[in-house]
């Protein structure tokens, strides 16, 4: 299993990142959907991550 998960980050950090372009679009949207954004699974990853972060 900790094979998975190790194979599984290596995957995630080999993929590239959104450009300034790409992130700008996203702000833009987040902005106007706040409320929508907040109650999403994608809000709720981060805040867990965010808080995860936190306790370490």
Known sequence: MIE???QR????ESIPGASEHQQEKIVQE???????FISSDAARAI??????????
């Open 4 to 6: 998975n998960v190790i």
């Open 9 to 12: 980050v290596r995957v995630i």
């Open 30 to 36: 987040v902005k106007k959907n706040t409320q929508k």
């Open 47 to 56: 805040f867990n991550d965010l808080n995860n972060l936190d306790q370490s």
